[in-house]
């Protein structure tokens, strides 16, 4: 007997030990989300993928599926946090998407787009933050860094080394690079590791790829994030 | 530096979950990280130089850079600044020569603010190299120049300097006994170990951190679980602002802190405690360690304790200054070595906790009441209180009143009550539970003080009507930007943000809409946040909001508009630069309705 949860009124089947997103992808339901990434350990950081969960709200991507939960996802005023949270991450930041390789692929912006923001609302933080372009294959720009940490797990779970680290407390987190110079080019990063792949956002990005693909022909160019992200993270990969 | 690090590294086994410790030492012989250490220890402890780093940045303690021979740090908690902190500060770095926020020209001295240091009844307060310095004046102050100037070591320092109080002003049933040594143990065994467990449920006991959890329902399931490697650690981090009763308790009452730790250990099955000490208390480190010591030398530690075929010990693990550690699952962390991220629940520290195993993490009061009830049996603590909230709360009384100190009292006792006791007139209002908490008006002095009413973990702040309660409130917030462990985005973003805004009404810049937008942010805050820190960390906000709409209101412009960003100040630079000071080099921000 498979077990179910309902989201949204649908009731929507789950196995022991799947957290609410893994249940709610495998039935192409799709739940906002930054940090998290089918192939590596839940982080639960950015919380836009926060649900009501019998009336309590909880990462779905951490928190596990229970027989007979009554989940909230699609509503009005989730979605309208979720846009807070969203404006929170790029006033943080410095998101310049106009001149930024990444935009149209870009999964921050991409969500931005379809959570409908259409403006910063709170005032910018400039943080002063710097590039990394010593690495001969592979850029960081910090300034769109959103410490969702995939680049981390990835580096450790999937290509076995320990090339980045979220360092610093509070407003003043950051990204380290693990080398004695702190840069790039120092760190045993190769451009063909997962972890100089998974960035949603473009602050992880490969050298002398810029523009092969035009402004207008990019993923979320055609495509609404919920369309790529159930199309691609699908536990069947359909 | 190769063999100071080297025997450090031996001492604690080369162990990764002992690097805050280490680092801790380094720091303390350095006066930071030095990138050689980083290097040694990397190799040293097989770890990513990285996540030493991460460490080192994280906590307020550690630095990557330099700090003076002397670091001297000024508390910066609200009652401090109530006791003149900030002229004391000022002349402080104008008598050392050297600015607020660095290090002296020749290293000998560095001076910064640090969060509230448990000692708000005899502020203002600071810390000269982790040593509390209490009662500062400027003729302290003065003999505190020529000591450093004199280069003279911390050790020949007069002791008075130092001298931190009980100020134990008013005991109930738990301050006004003192336990003899075993006394609890002897009777958990008598009464053998399951109705122990029945009497701590039967006494109501409930969790005297904040949350009020059931102490035995916490400790039941602890045992019940089927992993039998299984920890007990006494939260002594008491990092919210206005609290010190847990200093209090570990200076006077250790024994019996540490007598429930063993009562709990016995209970759950668990063989290994920890005490996390905050940072702060390092003072009281020793003193603790010879408690230890001599409840191991009357056999109720270490093996065979009481002959009971029951084998238990504690150790102490320091802090290094970072209040998310208070929160369970963010103390578990920092007691693995880690930075103090609390982690996603569930699992819950009772099944996965320290290193992964069922673990109690329990209040220093908490332990000090289940030690009593094991002595006195449940009923006798259930007869005291109200329903839901049996027996007393130690209270930590700072502020405007005559006697600042520890008081006990019955659950259900009226702040009036209290506020009478402590000599405290013309009281504008009570920040109860510290900044977490909620600020009281005095029109609800018939409050009382219990879970269902007003919780506390201990804090209690009166200010009188001389105050400014937006002070406070600013104050509070800019607390919790600072201490956010910037994990999650709601917490990390927006109690920066929180203080952006909050600083935009009390200066004055805010106009209509302001304070709507500011309580919206506070709800998103509060409801979206991982952790309790987060999820209180608007509540000075909306806990003065809520009582006093009409402060917020009377600082707004009468503008439908004011734009966050300051046109004319960002030209500043530009002026500066084409050095014109004539009016046409300034433009005004909004239209012709400016105030
Ligand atoms: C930000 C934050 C700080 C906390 N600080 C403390 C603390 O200093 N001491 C404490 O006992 N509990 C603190 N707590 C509560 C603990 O997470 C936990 O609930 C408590 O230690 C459990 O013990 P108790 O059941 O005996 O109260 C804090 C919680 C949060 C969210
Ligand atoms: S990273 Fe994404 S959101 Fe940020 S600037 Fe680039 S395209 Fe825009
Ligand atoms: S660099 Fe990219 S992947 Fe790494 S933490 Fe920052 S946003 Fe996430
Ligand atoms: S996707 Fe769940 S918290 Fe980021
Ligand atoms: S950063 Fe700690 S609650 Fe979010």
Redesign the interface.
């Known amino acids: 007997m498979s077990k179910t949860i309902t989201i949204d009124g649908k009731a929507i089947p789950f196995t022991e030990g799947q957290t609410i997103m893994q249940a709610a992808t495998a039935a192409d339901v799709y739940i906002p989300h930054l940090c998290h990434h089918p192939e590596f350990t839940?982080h639960?950081?950015?919380?836009?993928c926060?649900v009501k969960v019998n009336g309590r709200?909880c990462?779905a991507c951490?928190f596990?599926a229970a027989e007979g939960q009554e989940v909230l996802n699609n509503t009005q005023e989730l979605n309208s946090?979720r846009k807070?949270?969203t404006q929170?991450?790029f006033?943080?930041g410095n998101h310049f998407c106009p001149s930024c390789e990444k935009t149209g692929n870009c999964q921050l912006q991409a969500v931005a787009y379809h959570l409908n923001m259409l403006d910063d609302h709170?005032?910018l933080?400039y943080a002063h933050r710097a590039m990394d372009a010593s690495h001969p294959e592979v850029l960081i720009d910090h300034n769109r860094c959103?410490?969702c940490t995939l680049c981390v797990r990835a580096s450790r779970e999937h290509d076995g080394k320990?090339v980045?680290?979220?360092?610093?407390?509070?407003?003043?987190?950051h990204l380290?690079?693990?080398s004695?110079s702190g840069q790039l080019k120092d760190s045993d990063l190769d451009s063909g590791d997962k972890a100089a792949h998974i960035c949603p956002t473009g602050a992880i990005l490969i050298k002398h790829t810029a523009y092969q693909v035009p402004i207008g022909q990019r993923v979320y160019d055609h495509h609404q994030i919920n369309e790529v992200s159930l199309a691609s993270e699908h536990p069947h990969g359909e | 530096m190769t063999a100071f690090l080297q025997e450090l590294a031996k001492t604690y086994g080369y162990q990764a979950n002992h690097l805050l410790a280490i680092l801790r030492a380094v720091q303390a012989r350095y006066h930071h990280i030095p990138e050689p250490a980083i290097?040694a220890l990397a190799g040293l402890l097989q770890l990513?130089?990285?996540?030493i780093?991460?460490i080192v940045?994280?906590?307020s303690f550690l630095h990557l850079q330099p700090q003076g021979q002397y670091e001297l740090l000024i508390s910066d908690s609200i009652t401090d600044q109530m006791l003149g902190k900030q002229d004391l500060i000022s002349y402080l770095a104008d008598r050392l020569q050297v600015s607020i926020g660095a290090v002296r020209a020749d290293g000998l001295v560095s001076l910064a603010n640090t969060s509230c240091t448990g000692l708000c009844d005899q502020g203002p307060a600071g810390l000269v190299n982790g040593l509390p310095l209490t009662q500062l004046t400027r003729a302290k102050l003065d003999v505190i120049v020529s000591l450093i100037n004199a280069r003279t070591p911390l050790p020949e320092w007069p002791s008075e300097l130092f001298a931190v109080h009980d100020n134990i002003q008013k005991t109930d049933v738990l301050l006004s006994r003192t336990m003899t040594m075993g006394e609890a143990l002897q009777a958990t065994f008598d009464r053998g170990i399951a109705a122990t467990l029945t009497e701590i449920d039967r006494a109501g006991l409930r969790g005297r951190g904040g949350a009020g959890f059931k102490t035995a329902m916490k400790w039941r399931f602890c045992s019940e679980e089927s992993e039998t490697t299984r920890y007990v650690v006494c939260n002594a981090d008491e990092g919210e602002p206005g609290t010190f009763k847990d200093r209090v308790l570990l200076n006077s009452y250790a024994d019996q802190v540490f007598e429930g730790m063993t009562v709990c250990a016995a209970i759950i099955g668990a063989r290994q405690g920890f005490l996390y000490l905050r940072g702060e208390y390092l003072f009281l480190h020793e003193p603790l360690q010879a408690v230890l010591q001599q409840r191991r030398d009357a056999g109720l530690l270490g093996n065979n304790i009481l002959g009971q075929g029951f084998d238990f010990d504690i150790a102490i693990c320091l802090g290094a200054g970072?209040y998310i550690c208070g929160e369970e699952s963010a103390l578990i962390e920092s007691l693995e070595g880690k930075?103090g991220i609390p982690r996603?629940r569930?699992p819950y520290p009772v099944t996965q906790g320290y290193l992964g195993k069922p673990t109690v993490v329990n209040n220093v009061e908490t332990f000090l009441a289940a030690a009593a009830v094991a002595v006195q049996g449940g009923d006798w603590f259930a007869s005291i209180g109200t329903g839901p909230s049996k027996g007393t709360k130690i209270l930590s009384i700072c502020g405007d009143c005559a006697c600042p100190g520890i008081y006990e009292y019955p659950f259900g006792t009226t702040i009036q009550a209290i506020l009478d006791d402590c000599g405290a007139h013309d009281v504008l209002g009570v920040q109860v539970g510290g900044p977490s908490g909620t600020f009281i008006s005095r029109q609800e002095f018939d409050r009382k003080l219990a879970f269902e009413d007003l919780a506390t973990g201990g804090s209690f702040i009166i200010f009188n009507a001389s105050r400014n309660i937006l002070d406070i409130v600013n104050n509070f917030t800019h607390f919790f930007?600072?201490?956010?462990?910037?994990?999650?985005?709601?917490c990390?973003?927006?109690?920066?943000?929180l203080k952006?805004q909050l600083d935009k009404i009390v200066d004055g810049h805010g106009s209509a809409g302001d304070v709507a937008a500011l309580e919206s942010l506070c709800q998103?805050v509060k409801?979206?946040?991982?952790c309790g820190l987060g999820q209180t960390a608007a509540n000075p906000i909306l806990t003065t909001l809520a009582r006093y709409p009409e402060l917020y209101q009377a600082k707004l412009k009468k503008i439908s508009y004011e734009p966050?960003?300051d046109l004319d100040a960002a030209l500043a630079t530009a002026r500066r630069m084409a050095d014109r000071h004539d009016a046409a080099a300034h433009l005004a921000q909004v239209g012709e309705d400016y105030e």
Not at chain 1, 44 to 48: I, N, T, V
């Open positions: 839940p639960g950081s950015c919380k836009l926060t709200n990462s951490t596990p946090d807070t949270i929170m991450l006033v943080e709170f005032p933080f959103i410490f320990a980045f680290a979220i360092s610093g407390r509070g407003i003043n987190k380290l690079v693990n004695t | 290097e990513p130089r990285s996540q780093i991460g940045e994280f906590y970072a930075m996603n569930p930007a600072h201490e956010s462990c910037g994990f999650c985005t709601p990390r973003v927006g109690t920066s943000l952006k998103l409801n979206y946040s991982h966050g960003f």
